[in-house]
């Protein structure tokens, strides 16, 4: 077989996308497990503070309206440099904030800037990478979220434990996006890279040119609507169940009366269980389908959080909580990528923005939908019927994947390929 000229190289893409995403990642890492604890600190209630976690995933979902847009207009380097600027703005609201509102104010800017620097990471590796690579290349983008979600916990522990204050854990989120400038500056343009492989892609068939022609998210809601309320369905609930563990973790421990630097530190320890297992993830996909990690990662949180609901009551609290710590982990490591390789998938090689923006706030309306609704149950009845509640949804995301990824996605192209989809 005669070699491709350009063969993918994964140098093309660690130092544009994944250091970016990984720095990132550990100042959020750093946060979100201490984020309630925070939140109790400025006189806030377990429901309050649950509401204030939210606010990491409700800001995320309103970026997610202009990102497409934004991205498409001024480039995937100018946005993540944007993206990062904006969350120094929000984790310096969040450091000062004298009261739950204020501090929920800094969270909620923090999840915009998230939604953009995350939507520019993922069109710009759909862009370079070719499609026999796709999920590995996915996968190894969720891996910088897992490596961020384990360096940041123990990082954040260990600097709550220098300073004594919780707080400071938002410096941290403020030295990492300092450093994702600086990265961004050093190295090469991504818009340049990704039009490069953009244009050896070419030409595609099918539904591609539909994501070129559509401008705005809605408008590309509506385009795609079947897609979205079908199979997008099944994806916003796996991102319900992942959103619903960031937050029910640190709010379980809250509960349970565990200090921070503790809950650091398990929250650290399953996040190595997660990160070590991206990349078996993603080959996973690119060898078998995408069912063989869509349906059983989307199952076993289900399974975990329901498993942690019916703990509450029995003896050992602590125990029952570090080991669906680490079932939870175990299972959404297996699932690393997958709704960004489904996303991939059905966008535009050439132009993939518009629809991944639709696709993204698909997901992370169920990412946002999670916490206020443990917030709301929590208030209204218990933390346990609240986790329960998405463990019993859960089951059925799983069901809903099973049933519409045969019908949505591509088939694999054949071993030995060079990787261009056929739709």
């Known amino acids: 077989m005669t070699k491709p000229d350009h063969p993918f190289r994964w140098g093309h893409v660690i130092p544009v996308a994944l250091l970016p995403a990984a720095l990132f990642a550990v100042g959020e890492g750093a946060i979100i497990p201490v984020l309630p604890a925070i939140?109790?600190?400025?006189?806030?209630?377990?429901?309050?503070?649950?509401?204030?976690?939210?606010?990491?995933?409700?800001?995320?979902?309103?970026g997610d309206i202009p990102s497409g847009t934004v991205i498409s207009r001024i480039g995937e380097r100018r946005a993540m440099i944007g993206a990062a600027a904006l969350a120094v703005v929000g984790t310096s609201i969040a450091l000062v904030a004298p009261n739950p509102w204020v501090l929920g104010i800094g969270i909620l800017i923090l999840g915009i800037a998230t939604a953009v620097f995350a939507l520019a990471r993922h069109a710009l590796v759909t862009t370079i990478v070719p499609i026999s690579h796709r999920a590995r290349g996915l996968s190894t983008l969720a891996g910088t979220f897992r490596f961020g979600y384990l360096a940041g916990p123990f990082l954040g522990a260990a600097v709550i434990s220098l300073t004594g204050s919780v707080e400071s854990v938002f410096v941290v989120q403020i030295v990492c996006c300092a450093a994702v400038v600086a990265v961004l500056f050093i190295f090469h343009d991504p818009e340049r890279a990704a039009t490069v492989h953009a244009a050896r892609m070419a030409p595609l068939t099918g539904e591609t040119a539909v994501g070129a022609e559509v401008g705005g998210l809605f408008r590309t809601i509506v385009t795609r609507r079947h897609v979205l309320l079908t199979l997008g369905m099944g994806s916003l609930i796996l991102a319900a169940l992942r959103a619903s563990r960031q937050l029910v973790l640190p709010l379980w421990a809250v509960n349970i009366g565990l200090d921070e630097t503790t809950t650091s530190i398990i929250i650290g320890i399953a996040g190595a269980i997660d990160f070590s297992l991206f990349f078996a993830g993603g080959w996973l996909m690119d060898r078998f389908g995408r069912l063989w990690t869509a349906v059983p990662a989307t199952l076993g949180l289900a399974v975990g959080h329901l498993v942690l609901a019916f703990s509450h009551?029995?003896?050992?609290?602590?125990?029952?909580?570090?080991?669906?710590?680490?079932?939870?982990?175990?299972?959404?490591?297996?699932?690393?990528?997958?709704?960004?390789?489904?996303?991939?998938?059905?966008?535009?090689?050439?132009?993939?923005?518009?629809?991944?923006?639709?696709?993204?706030?698909?997901?992370?309306?169920?990412?946002?939908?999670?916490?206020?609704i443990v917030a709301g149950l929590t208030a209204l009845v218990s933390l346990p019927f609240a986790v329960g509640t998405l463990g019993v949804i859960g089951v059925g995301g799983a069901?809903?994947?099973?049933?519409?990824?045969?019908?949505?996605?591509?088939?694999?192209?054949?071993?030995?390929?060079?990787?261009?989809?056929?739709?």
Do not use: Q, Y
């Not at 602590?318 to 297996?334: D, E, K, P, Q």
């Not at 069901?399 to 739709?423: A, D």
């Open 39 to 62: 939140a109790g600190d400025v006189g806030a209630t377990l429901a309050v503070a649950g509401f204030v976690g939210a606010m990491l995933m409700v800001g995320e979902l309103l």
């Open 313 to 372: 009551d029995l003896p050992g609290p602590t125990i029952w909580f570090v080991a669906v710590a680490m079932f939870l982990a175990l299972t959404n490591g297996v699932g690393a990528g997958i709704l960004m390789t489904l996303g991939a998938d059905l966008a535009d090689r050439r132009n993939p923005a518009p629809f991944l923006g639709a696709w993204r706030f698909t997901n992370d309306s169920g990412g946002a939908l999670a916490p206020l």
């Open 399 to 423: 069901l809903i994947l099973r049933f519409f990824i045969p019908k949505h996605v591509p088939k694999l192209p054949p071993r030995g390929s060079r990787g261009e989809s056929s739709r």
